[in-house]
């Protein structure tokens, strides 16, 4: 599959990865181009910005959860057909597990989708010293990915003095500058970028963005660039024969569906596209609904999912429609499978401690209380392994991420959580039958046997529940 394609990388976090990328995808999709987006990592929110504001199909892609055969297939999977697939790097472009393993990393995610890599340069305050930055990053690039240079926040002056010496140092194509635009910006909190909903105005910035792109990028040898990517094969990552047992197995999902709630508004957003859509593969249908504004869980459920977000911004709304806490609470306890992560682990303990340390009243599954820190908990990946074989096979781990500035009083104790490179354990999740509670966000591609389960205790709710009417 010849699939034109480019990541964007850069030498650490807060280079303008994410504005250029966005501004990139808005310029081409004015061109009438048909345009894929991925993200390198666990990261929630710059996707969004792909989705939300600019209408693009964006997903995660992360070779530590999936290994590089699993990327490679993962991928193919989303961007065929697209006319340019687009991917946002993550930090610095070798920062993979660890701050120092390359998974993980931007470039590691590049080399296994050999995709040619577009180094972002965050010029301010530099003048000769950009030089040796770049040749340090093409000294470290040993698969020779690096392809283009973008220079940002840099002058159109300096740009015209500087660009012989970078021309004549170094072989990666110099493709352009981006100059210093105040007016346009994304804007931060505790857990990143905010969601695009809450910053005015975003489509019409980034339509700006894109017009200054045009006139300082040669986006002609960008789009050349990305063209002269390699071929990817569709054998190379699924044999045959498992691609007709996929294709059975998919048959046979949809004969036997299931429903899955999904809660998905403001305060519950935190939602890998994957993982949504492997739940659909396996015979899901899933009913989206808001904790926030509707009354109940839709009846027709036979399972929950509660993923992250921010319920803490809402925690007194939350607390004021007694009537969702109270059918959650009634379904969860009467045994409907219930898989919750972060922002919904929150959501279900008995009581959420706001940032100003209110209290306020949730739905109670989850014995204790949920409380601000102020700082970053357990951050990063994590391996989780259960301790009573229920949702995965004996032995077998599941691979997530954690990022949340809030801890609780009962974290549970029905997995072990291990860093995958200090080692560093801890018990974790509120676990039964029915039941996955826990901080971690799951990356269900990392053991896909977690969501065969989950629906077959789904299917066996649905069973039960049918009986009970007849």
């Known amino acids: 599959m010849h699939i034109p394609r480019i990541l964007i990388g850069a030498a650490g976090s807060g280079s303008g990865k994410t504005l250029l990328t966005c501004a990139l995808l808005a310029a081409f999709q004015r061109d009438g181009k048909r345009l894929r987006a991925f993200k390198c990592g666990p990261d929630y929110i710059d996707p969004m910005f792909h989705r939300t504001v600019l209408h693009v199909p964006s997903e995660n892609l992360d070779t530590f959860f999936t290994g590089e055969g699993g990327t490679r297939r993962l991928f193919l999977e989303a961007a065929e057909g697209a006319d340019l697939a687009v991917m946002e790097g993550v930090m610095g472009l070798y920062d993979g597990l660890g701050g120092i393993r390359k998974e ?126 390699v071929p990817l094969y569709k054998e190379e990552t699924l044999p045959v024969s498992e691609e007709r047992e996929a294709s059975v197995r998919r048959k046979e999902a949809a004969r036997a569906q299931v429903k899955i709630a999904v809660a998905r508004d403001e305060a519950f957003c935190f939602y890998y596209e994957n993982n949504l859509r492997m739940l659909k593969n396996a015979g899901a249908r899933l009913l989206f609904f808001s904790p926030l504004r509707d009354k109940e869980i839709p009846k027709e459920a036979d399972a929950l999912l509660l993923g992250g977000g921010y319920p803490e911004l809402f925690s007194g709304e939350l607390a004021e429609n007694a009537a969702m806490l109270a059918d959650v609470r009634e379904k969860i306890t009467a045994g409907l499978p219930t898989a919750a992560e972060c922002g919904g682990f929150l959501y279900l303990h008995e009581e959420l401690e706001d940032m100003e340390k209110r209290r306020h009243k949730m739905a109670g599954i989850v014995p204790g209380a949920c409380f601000y820190t102020g700082r970053p908990v357990r951050f990063g990946y994590v391996e989780l392994q259960e301790k009573k074989e229920i949702f995965l096979p004996r032995g077998d781990v599941i691979r997530g991420h954690e990022f949340h500035y809030f801890d609780s009083e009962n974290n549970g104790t029905g997995c072990r959580a291990k860093k995958p490179v200090s080692g560093k354990g801890w018990d974790c999740i509120f676990h039964g039958e029915t039941q996955w509670l826990g901080f971690p966000h799951l990356y269900y591609a990392s053991n896909p046997e977690f969501v065969r389960r989950f629906l077959g205790k789904a299917k066996e709710y649905a069973k039960r529940a049918q009986t009970r009417i007849n």
């Open 104 to 229: 993980g990393s931007s470039y590691h995610l590049a080399k296994a989708t050999k995709t040619p890599v577009i180094l972002v340069i965050d010029a301010h305050g530099m003048g000769r010293s950009v030089l040796p930055l770049i040749a340090g990053f093409l000294s470290y690039d040993t698969e020779g990915l690096i392809h283009g240079i973008i220079l940002n926040r840099m002058t159109q002056a300096f740009y015209e003095t500087i660009r012989p010496e970078i021309e004549r140092t170094f072989p990666a194509k110099l493709l352009g500058y981006v100059p210093k635009l105040p007016e346009l910006g994304l804007t931060s909190r505790h857990l990143g970028l905010k969601l695009p909903g809450e910053q005015e105005g975003l489509r019409k910035q980034l339509a700006e963005a894109a017009a200054v792109l045009r006139q300082t990028v040669d986006l002609g040898r960008l789009l050349a660039i990305a063209d002269g990517a």
